[in-house]
């Protein structure tokens, strides 16, 4: 099993572009199936759950290869519309490919998909919304069965903002005959990324970003060059690296506006932060301060980026609260966090988190993709050793963590 072995104290120092954002990547590859043309991501990171979506296209029959950091992909012999357990399994994202094959075959078969054990994920809100569209579903165990004579328009009333569900609705709708409006749609940045790649189709599709969209089925869609988002939890996540070592660096490729929150509250916390158009400079200004936040649907604070967050507030001055709105188990890495010396109690949906000096090295697990990345930040700032087993969870969204944090002067090695 991979771990990653640190040696904290070192400030970061230096320059890294982002990438482009897992979260907007994996529908719109599921979204390169509702056209028999070639379909090209630009700067693609080759990250494991992009490999896991492509496993399953190629088991549905699409070819695809990576050509100078592009992903080139083409879904014309596509002839299947089956995910069986060992490819739905490991990701959560193959959920996105209900919709899509919906869309296509008018017929999907999945079984429950993966991902993080941070909470209940059930899909119902999808199959509600399927059901909506006209689509009769059935449970049977884990595999989920879902047919329809026609995708039927609609207007779709959410009881919750859920990105997965809008995303599904979105790609289940586009080549209907008529208009399908969602209500209390959810407003990520990345569902604005996913209409902009199926409108580069050809696609008529409105107001996302906002509550309501709308969309108006088209016959059919083109192929397309496309260039996803920044990835705004990778810019936070190494925002948040600078503040907990001490450091200075420039990130490039990013838009401040979707990471504001994180960026007030660094402001706020002794961090020099300037912006120039794609490229945000971060200097830290000595021992951070401590702060509270609740997370929340987008635009509030992200729960992507509550762990990385807490591992700051560990070695912040004074006491700070974490709500945790959006998964009840996104606390997996406070116990990982406390064998290192940080000073955490959890009340219900609430992190009481005491500053202390600086946090120690220890042997520790990774149990989900932003927690893992949390304990790596707690280990640049731990004083001795740390090895983070289990890295194989922050590789899922995470290109070159190891190789990135190193080329900014941070003392770590991955290990088989």
Known sequence: MDKYVINGGNKLSGKIRIESAKNSVLPIIAGSILTNQQVV???????????????????????????????????ASLNRYDIPKELASPVRSSVFMLGALLCRFKKAKIHQPGGCNIGKRPIDLHIL???????????????????????????????????GTTENIILCSVLSKGKTQIFNAAKEPEIVDLMKFLNSMGAKIYGAGTSTILIDGVENLS??????????????????????????????????????????????NTCKIT???????????GKPKGFSFATNPYPQFPTDLQAQTMSLLCVSEGVSTITENVFENRFNHVNELVKMGADISVKGKTAIVKGVKRLNGKTVTATDLRGGASLVLAGLNAEGQTTVENVYYIERGYSDFDKKLRSLGADIIKQG
């Open 41 to 75: 991501i630009k700067n693609c990171p080759k990250i494991k759950d992009v490999y896991a979506m492509l496993e399953i296209l190629s088991y549905l029959g699409g070819k695809w290869t990576f050509e100078q950091g592009d992903l080139i992909l083409n879904n």
């Open 129 to 163: 919304a399927l059901e909506d569209l006209g689509v009769k579903t059935e449970c049977l165990g884990e595999q989920i069965i879902c047919s329809a004579k026609e995708i039927k328009t609609n207007n779709i009333y959410l009881n919750y903002p859920s990105v």
């Open 223 to 268: 192929g397309t060059e496309f260039t996803p988002m920044f990835d705004r939890i990778e810019c936070g996540t190494f925002m948040l690296a600078t503040a907990i070592t001490g450091g200075e660096i420039e990130l490039s490729n990013c838009n401040a506006k979707n990471i504001s929150l994180l960026t007030n509250k660094l402001c706020n």
């Open 275 to 285: 912006i120039n158009n794609d490229i945000i400079y971060i200097k830290s200004g």
